[in-house]
C-alpha cells in the first residue's frame, strides 16, 4: 500500500507538471500583469494579491499587481482593454466598474461587452444596513415608515452616483413607491463612519468585510438581505424579496478576471483552466470565506459568458427605468 501511494503521488505531480506546462504555452517570458481598478486594500486587491502568486505557478510567469485607481475604477479597465492581447494582462474586474461605470461616466470609453470573464473568485451578498437606532427593525416596517405622509426623509448612502449601492437604492424606492435621500461618498469607510455616527440611516453594502464584526457587535442593523436564500453565518436576517413587490430584489457583487474581448479564444480557455485550477486550492478558499464572502462556484467558460451578459442586461434594463444618465 506504502509503494501504491508513492507511485499514486508520483503519478498526480507528474499530471500536474504536465498541466503546467501545457497551460505556460504561448507565455513564458511575458509578465502576468494584474490590473486592480481601486487603491491597495480593497476587496479587489486583497484577490488580486491572493490570485497572483498562483497564476504565476500555474502559468509559468512572473506576476505583479498593478493599482490603476479613479473615475470610478474606469482608469483601470480603460488601460485593461488597451492592454496587451495576449492573455498576459488581467483585470481584477466586478459589475461596479465593468459594467455599471460605463452608465453614468461619459468619460468612461469603454462597454461591458469589451471584456470576457475567464474566473470568478467571490461572491458577496448585499445587505440593507440601518443606524441601530433607526424605529423600523424590518424592510416591511421601513417601507411602512416611508410611506407616512408627515413622515421624516431617511437618508441612504452610496460610493457614488451610479454605483451598485445607489441604483439598488434607487431601484428600491422605486419598486416599493417611495423616496429616499441620496448621499454619495468617495468611498466605503466614510458611509460607515457616518452609519454609526447617526449622519445617515440606511446603505445597502456588501455583507463583508467589516460589516459582520459590526452586526455582531450591534453598532448597525441589518433589516434585511438581497439574497435568494438566508445566509448561512447571519440566517437571522430577512429576505427582502419575502416583502410585498419585492420577490426579484436579488442582488450580490461578484469578484473575477477578465480578459480584453481582443484575446484569442485558446489563450482565455488556457487562462480559465488555470484560475479554475487556482480556486481549487484550500487554502485560498479559506481567505475568501474569512472575508466574508462565499467562494464562487465552479463554471465553464459558457456558463460564465452567459452570467455576465445577463448581468450587463439585467443593470441596464435597471438603470434605463430609474433614468440614470451619463455625465
Known sequence: MRRRSMIGAGLAAGLSTMAGSVLAQGLAGKTLNLIVPYPAGGGSDINARLAAPELSRLLGQPAVIDNVPGASGSLG????????ADG???????????MLTPLTLASARYKAEDFRPIGMMAVTSMV?????DLGPG????????????DAKEL???SIGPGSLYHLLGER??????????HVPYKGFAPIINDLLGGQIDLVLAPLAGNVPDLLDAGKVKALGIAAATPHERFGAIPLIRASKGLDDFVYSLWAGAQVSQRVPE????????AFNEMMRKPELRRAIELGGSKVAPEQTLAELRRGYQADVERYRAIAKSVNLRPE
Open 138 to 149: 424590518s424592510v416591511d416596517e421601513l417601507i411602512a415608515q416611508l410611506r407616512k405622509p
Open 88 to 98: 498576459s494582462v488581467l483585470l481584477m474586474g466586478s459589475p461596479m466598474e465593468l
Open 77 to 84: 479597465v480603460m488601460k485593461a482593454a488597451n492592454g496587451a
Open 128 to 132: 440593507l444596513l440601518a443606524r441601530k
Open 172 to 181: 428600491f424606492t422605486q419598486q416599493t413607491g417611495t423616496k429616499m435621500l
Open 155 to 157: 437618508s441612504y448612502g
Open 266 to 273: 485558446e489563450t482565455q480557455q488556457r487562462l480559465h483552466v
